[in-house]
C-alpha cells in the first residue's frame, strides 16, 4: 500500500462536522479506503456557520475571518487525529484535499462566487502537509457553477449498468444533488435534503437532525403547503443550475408561508420531507426528458440522508421504476463518497488531471480544479 495516499476533508452543508478519510490512490479510476472518521463541530462553532450561511446579507470577510482561523485549526486536528488512529506517520500522506466550510454560494451573481472557509495555509502549516482546496473557484472563472463537483468523481468510480437503464448517483446532504451516470453524465443541485429537514427540528425539538425521519413519520403532509414550495422557481430552472443554505432556509420558508405557525410542527417537518422527494423526483424527471431516457434503472444513494430510512421509503414509493440502494453496493460506503471524492480532486490536482465536466457545471472548458498551500519551514 505504497502508491499514493492522501487525505480527503468534507464539511457539508448540513454543517454537522468534519469527514475525514485516507485514500491510497493506484490512479485516477482506482483507490482503496484506507481509513475514515467523524468529528463533529462543536455547537457553538455550529452556531456561527449557520448564522453565516442562512444570513439574508452579503457576507463581509470581517463577518468570517476568526472562523476561517477555528476551522482550520479543526480540520488540521482532524487529520491528526486520523493519522493517529490509523498508525499512519504523516510523512506518508502525499496532500490533504480539503472541501473547506461553505458559507455563501452565489454562482448567478456579478461576479460570480462561492466562499468555502478554514484556510488551507493554516493547515498546511500546522500539519507539515501540502493542502489543496478552493476547488469551485476555477469552474466560477469560466462560466460554470462551481457545483457540484461530486459527478466528475461519480463518473471516474461509478459505471452505468445496462445502457437501456438510467442510473442515478443522489446525494442526500444539506443539499441533494444528482448525477446520471453515462459517456456525458448530467448533474445538479435538486433542491434541499436534510438542511430544511435539520433546521426545523432544531427549532422545535433542539435536535440537530431526526433519526430515521421519525419524528417526519408522525406528521401529515399538508398539500397546500408542499404546494407553494413546489412553485419555487428553482425547481423550473434548466440546468446547469446550484443552489445551497443561504437560499433553501428557514427565513426562506416562512416567506413561502406567511401562515407557517398555525400549522402542527410534524405536520411541517412531513411536508418539508415531501419536499425532499418531490424535488429530487422533478430533477430525475427534467434529465430523463432530457435525454428521452426510460424512466427505469438503479439510484444509488450516499450522504448523510442515507440514514433516514423514512425519507428512503418515501423516494422507494415516488420512484418505482427504480431499484434505490446504497452507494455500499458499488464499494463505496453511502458516508464517505464526498470526503473520498475530494481526496479524488486532490489527486487530480496533483496529476494535471481535469476535474470539473462542463456538461454539469456550464463552464466553458475542462479545467484542473483547486489550490495548493505548501507548509512553511
Known sequence: MTDELII???????????????????????????????????????????????????????????????????????????????KLDKRSIRAIANHGQTIEHEPNASPPYSLQIGSGQIIADLTG??????????DLEHGGQGAPLMPAFHKAMFKPGDSSSSDFI?????????????????????????TLLNQWIQLHQGKDYDDAGRWAKTGIVQSEVLAELMADPYLSLPFPKSTGPDYFNLAWLESKIVNLGEYKPEDVQAT??????????????????????????????????????????DLRHRLTGFDIQLTDSLGIPADWVESIGFAWLGYCYLHDIESNLPSVTGANRELVLGKSYLPNA
Open 170 to 194: 443522489v446525494n442526500l446532504g444539506g443539499i441533494a444533488n444528482i448525477s446520471l451516470l453515462g459517456e456525458t453524465v448530467i448533474g445538479f443541485d435538486t433542491g434541499p435534503a436534510n
Open 129 to 138: 502537509i501540502e493542502v489543496i482546496s478552493q476547488f469551485r473557484q476555477a
Open 272 to 313: 418539508l420531507q415531501a419536499f425532499t422527494v418531490e424535488s429530487i423526483a422533478i430533477g430525475i424527471h427534467q434529465v430523463l426528458e432530457s435525454r428521452k431516457k426510460l424512466h427505469t434503472g438503479a439510484i444509488y444513494i450516499c450522504g448523510g440522508g442515507a440514514h433516514n430510512t423514512s425519507l428512503l421509503a
Open 8 to 86: 480527503g476533508l468534507m464539511s457539508g452543508t448540513s454543517a454537522d462536522g468534519i469527514d475525514a478519510v485516507v485514500v491510497n490512490f493506484k490512479s485516477g479510476n482506482s483507490l482503496e479506503l484506507v481509513g475514515s472518521s467523524f468529528t463533529a463541530y462543536p455547537k457553538t462553532i455550529q452556531q456561527r456557520i449557520n448564522t453565516l450561511g442562512q444570513s439574508q446579507q452579503k457576507v463581509k470577510p470581517s463577518d468570517f475571518l476568526e472562523l476561517d482561523k477555528e476551522l482550520a485549526n479543526l480540520y488540521a486536528n482532524a487529520c491528526l487525529q486520523l493519522l493517529h488512529q490509523e
